[in-house]
């Protein structure tokens, strides 16, 4: 069945790092792919998505490319900052059926 | 615009006792409703969804029911809490514009001692 796969964490980074957090799917489709952020305590805000082949989604500095041929959505900033420490899930979506989750990666980045 | 709440945020309970989650959704109509479970340093679990009134759908078997009493109304239960109970549970509707992604509440962190 449908599913994705995270890179495991978790990962700490020092302020102003390259960020990739790494997501992989299976599908026997062409999915809707998204990435979700979790802060300390909260529930879960969409962040990005993408919804064909060659999309870039981006939101507050980071970046994500639906690549087909990989069957993959990497999640990439170019700087982070400590205010993005949190648990980063990816996800998918095939024909408006239920979203499916990976493990969830978490995030420590330090000044 | 369309909001979710879910209430109440922390609860502790003994194991044995029941449990009432509830969840509500604002400025929408007929949405689709989800309960997940995240336990402790793990990912997301689907428990429940309902695409209507009165319409459960269960993922996985285990103590816990839900119902949807009112149309923007998810409620999950359980009659008797097990330890395994633990966990943060989410409650979320579907959008009905772009893709139809899921938008959360805000969670609730139950424990069971």
């Known amino acids: 069945g449908d599913s994705v796969t995270q890179m495991e964490g978790p990962v700490t980074l020092s302020e102003e790092a390259f960020l990739t957090i790494n997501c992989t799917y299976t599908?026997?489709?062409?999915?809707?792919l998204f990435w979700y952020v979790q802060y300390p305590g909260e529930g879960l805000q969409l962040l990005l998505k993408?919804?064909?082949?060659?999309d870039k989604g981006s939101n507050k500095g980071f970046e994500a490319t639906y690549r087909k041929e990989t069957t993959s959505f990497h999640l990439e900033k170019g700087s982070v900052q400590v205010s993005d420490s949190a648990v980063y899930f990816c996800?998918?979506?095939?024909?408006?059926?239920?979203?499916?989750f990976g493990a969830g990666t978490r995030l420590t980045v330090k000044p | 615009s369309q909001t979710i709440h879910q209430w109440p945020a922390t609860l502790v309970q003994p194991v044995g006792s029941p449990l009432s989650l509830e969840c509500t959704v604002e400025?929408?109509?007929?949405?689709?409703l989800y309960w997940y479970r995240q336990a402790a340093g793990r990912g997301l679990q689907l428990l429940f969804y309902?695409?209507?009134?009165?319409?459960i759908s269960s993922e996985v078997p285990q103590n816990l029911s839900a119902s949807r009493p009112q149309d923007r109304q998810f409620i999950l239960s359980s009659k008797k809490l097990l330890l395994s109970d633990s966990g943060f549970y989410l409650c979320?509707?579907?959008?009905?514009?772009?893709?139809?992604?899921?938008?959360f509440g805000e969670g609730s962190r139950l424990t069971v001692l």
């Open positions: 996800a998918l979506m095939y024909n408006n059926n239920d979203m499916r």
């Open positions: 979320a509707y579907r959008g009905t514009g772009g893709v139809g992604e899921l938008f």
């Open positions: 400025g929408t109509s007929n949405p689709n």
């Open positions: 599908a026997t489709g062409y999915p809707s």
């Open positions: 993408a919804t064909k082949a060659d």
């Open positions: 309902s695409v209507g009134i009165g319409q």
